[in-house]
């Protein structure tokens, strides 16, 4: 093999072991096929050890150095790394430009940021490129006041820069900080949103994310990249966000973008933790590249949710694709076994994790298998285990122990677990509670009394369990015994007939750990009101037969809760049947009017509604002041009078929505009604000489103005449901709904009762999400419900 000087560069960045010919300049020709810029760091190091050792082979270059240093860095590779910085001193390179900045990134990624500091302080010419280096350094090394010092001294700042300030800020969860600079930033690329998406993520600030990606959307005129749709996939998952998951999956399959590794995985946890298992294998399958991660997403979910069997056959096909599980893989098999009360295969897979695969078990792997043993009963077992562990156990493992304990009434054994947790946690109050519980139902109740006594004196409250459950995008929390919501007759009302049917089913409830002092029946009571049952039987009245209700848990109450729908428009024609029909469905509207005084005469009093000022022609920001932070939908009912200012189309029906989403993406809103008309599109339906098109575009274009409107809808990213009625009727229903989509309907009418009906409903239904649907009545169509028409048209 003969080359020449200028070769040899070309060479260690080659691809494939291929020669590329040509020299290689700063920054440019052939970088997207190096070696090193592909990360085959290994391979580039063996070949310039090669060229070191080949007497034919001519001097490395600084270009060769370059990507030789970079080797050394991105593959760790410290003592390579020692050796080629005496090589570039020995040869002369030390103070060329672009040798000099590789090696400062090389020592800050090594972890010797006072080396990368000194070769900074040295450096008699210095490029943007050099500041930059600096300043992602020392945020690398964790130092991001270092990095802000440097960042502020920098006359150039770079994107690049801008980005790894605000990763260090939200790597050290300083995310104020970080969205303070992403603020200032005059120009942003898809990088620097990412870095803000990606830290609101990491830092827990799962709303924060999604908001953020929203207004990325909007404003940006940057698209998402891979990168930006993991993170906001993980904030859905955490959320269970699974109407912007699903709106991501379709934009990813629109797109045509590519479904790698990290993204297939984001998305098929995503669907996992939303408990959408058929679109979680959909992902799975549709993946041409897994790794064990991809099979512990797919494993865990199913054991989440109950799929033990289907679980455990993809563990094992798992291991018939060569695939070595991980901790999470049997953290996944661990919790199938516990859902299944599989104790033997539970304890042998434990028993597996070191002996057979090698692994460390995990505090969480132990706790897992004191939950299974607990479960069945085998309390000895569970707390040998306890006393076992090579690490100290937690207040979950304990507390695994201590349901054990309740569930079997193993009282000594309950009395040394709390103290184990006490110790732990001083301040644990479900402890206090168990054993004020226990005592009390042996009749023990000086005990009782004593032990919430000493519960009080260590100021230990007891948060009130609260439950809350997502109905059509809005939250609804519920506490013990709960009767402040809108509903609470018909949620009481459902409560019963579930008990009795239980009761005929032959369930007996457990009243013993029932405190208080009355009889049996008010026990059972209690017992029935708890947070999650009145979640549950609300879901139950909310939802159609076969939806599935999704309920979550929570020791706090949510103080953010979200409950109200804020109307726009709401004493126009349709916007009042609106607010009337949210009411009678159980629902607290924040009514969006321009005359307080005329709302309230036009509404009779109800607790449940409340009027705010709102002119959506004055603006997002005075409307986003209006929605607020308590409202989790809008519909948006409004319509321009007829008069001779032709301008007023615009300003209500376009820009008066334009503002309200814009609004919407300031409060965190995430479902947008709208009420349009059937004919917005009658140019592209071939329908210009359609009388009904050419009267309603005789005051100032007004479909047209409505079309714009749909549009930047559409692109926003937020949840909406279009509705386009025909002609509006104030009469009562004289026939039943046809749904089409849309661009279809040219004629037709129908009640407004009947628009407000679809639109209240539409947000208790996912089949109404990113639709745009055309409606009339007609007498001889055939009735069906909204649920089932909607699902008749296909997303966009």
Request: charged residues 25%; glycine residues 10%.
């Amino acid at each position: 093999m003969v080359v020449d000087g200028g070769g040899w560069g070309s060479v260690v960045v080659g691809v494939d072991g291929v020669l590329v010919g040509g020299g290689v300049s700063h920054g440019e020709g052939g970088g997207d096929k190096a070696f090193a810029q592909n990360n085959d760091w290994t391979r580039t190091l063996s070949l310039f050890n090669y060229q070191l050792t080949t007497p034919t082979a001519p001097t490395p270059d600084e270009y060769t150095f370059t990507s030789v240093i970079k080797a050394c860095a991105g593959n760790g590779c410290v003592l390579d790394g020692f050796k080629v910085h005496g090589v570039v001193a020995k040869l002369g390179h030390e103070e060329n430009l672009f040798v000099k900045n590789s090696l400062i990134d090389m020592y800050f990624k090594f972890g010797f940021k006072n080396v990368g500091e000194k070769l900074f302080d040295e450096m008699s010419v210095r490029d943007v490129v050099s500041w930059n280096t600096l300043v992602s350094g020392f945020c690398l090394s964790g130092d991001v006041e270092k990095a802000r010092c440097v960042f502020d001294q920098m006359v150039e700042k770079s994107l690049v820069t801008w980005s790894a300030m605000i990763t260090g800020y939200t790597r050290k969860g300083e995310v104020s900080a970080a969205r303070e600079l992403f603020d200032r930033m005059s120009e942003r690329n898809v990088v620097c949103w990412n870095a803000m998406i990606a830290g609101y993520a990491q830092n827990e600030k799962y709303s924060d994310a999604i908001d953020l990606f929203r207004q990325m959307l909007r404003v940006s005129g940057c698209g998402p990249n891979d990168v930006t749709f993991v993170n906001v996939l993980s904030a859905c998952a955490h959320l269970g966000a699974l109407d912007l998951g699903k709106w991501i999956d379709r934009y990813i399959r629109r797109s045509g973008m590519e479904l790698n590794l990290f993204l297939g995985n984001a998305l098929a946890d995503m669907f996992a933790k939303c408990g959408c298992l058929k679109d979680a294998r959909r992902v799975f399958n549709e993946m041409h590249d897994r790794d064990v991660i991809t099979w512990s997403i797919l494993i865990s979910g199913l054991a989440m949710h109950g799929h033990a069997g289907e679980a455990f056959g993809y563990f094992y096909e798992m291991l018939k694709c060569g695939i070595k599980p991980n901790d999470i893989t049997f953290m996944g098999v661990l919790s199938a076994c516990t859902h299944a009360g599989l104790v033997d295969e539970g304890l042998k897979y434990f028993n597996q994790i070191d002996k057979v695969y090698g692994i460390s078990s995990t505090v969480e792997h132990y706790g897992c298998v004191v939950d299974l043993l607990s479960r069945a009963g085998r309390l000895k077992e569970a707390e040998d285990l306890i006393n076992s562990m090579p690490m100290k156990p937690n207040v979950i493992v304990w507390g695994a122990l201590l349901g054990g304990c309740r569930t079997y009434k193993d009282i000594e054994r309950g009395e040394r677990v709390v103290q184990h947790i006490l110790e732990l946690d001083s301040g644990h109050s479900g402890s206090y509670v168990y054993l004020s519980n226990v005592y009390a139902s042996m009749g023990r109740l000086e005990d009782a009394a004593s032990c919430r006594l000493k519960m009080r004196e260590n100021g230990v409250m007891k948060t009130p369990g609260g439950s809350w459950i997502e109905i059509g995008h809005i939250v609804h929390e519920f506490f013990m015994g709960d009767r402040s919501h809108p509903q609470t007759d018909k949620i009481y009302s459902m409560i019963s007939e579930l008990g009795s049917r239980m009761k005929l089913a032959g369930y007996k409830p457990n009243t013993d750990l029932v405190v208080h002092s009355v009889d049996e029946e008010e026990k059972e009571d209690v017992l029935f009101t708890h947070s999650e049952k009145l979640a549950i039987a609300f879901g139950l009245i909310s939802t159609r037969e076969g939806t599935t209700i999704r309920m979550e848990a929570s020791e706090e109450v949510k103080s953010n809760t979200k409950k109200k729908i804020f109307v726009a428009g709401a004493t126009g024609a349709t916007g009042k049947r609106v607010v009337e029909q949210l009411l009678a469905k159980g629902f607290a509207v924040k009514a969006g009017v321009r005359d307080i005084g005329k709302a309230k005469n036009t509404f009779s009093d109800n607790p449940s509604l409340q009027f705010v000022k709102a002119d959506v022609t004055e603006g997002s920001t005075k409307l986003a002041e209006a929605i607020g932070n308590d409202s989790e939908a809008v519909i948006c009912a409004t319509g321009f009078r007829r008069s001779m200012d032709l301008t007023q189309p615009w300003k209500v029906d376009n820009l008066g929505t334009v503002n309200l989403v814009d609004a919407c993406q300031k409060t965190g809103v995430n479902k947008f009604i709208l009420v349009s008309s059937i004919l917005v599109n009658g140019a592209a339906m071939g329908q210009l000489l359609n009388p009904a098109y050419i009267f309603l575009n005789v005051f100032g274009l007004t479909l047209i103005a409505k079309l714009q409107a749909e549009k930047y809808i559409r692109k926003s990213g937020i949840n909406y449901t279009i509705i386009r009625p025909g002609g509006l009727k104030n009469d009562p229903p004289s026939g039943n709904i046809i749904m089409e989509p849309e661009d279809t309907l040219s004629g037709g009418a129908i009640s407004r009762d009947q628009v407000a009906e679809v639109a209240v409903e539409a947000l208790d239904l996912t089949e109404s999400s990113y639709k745009v649907v055309e409606i009339v009545a007609r007498a001889e169509a055939t009735k069906r419900s909204i649920k089932d028409l909607f699902g008749s048209i296909k997303q966009h």
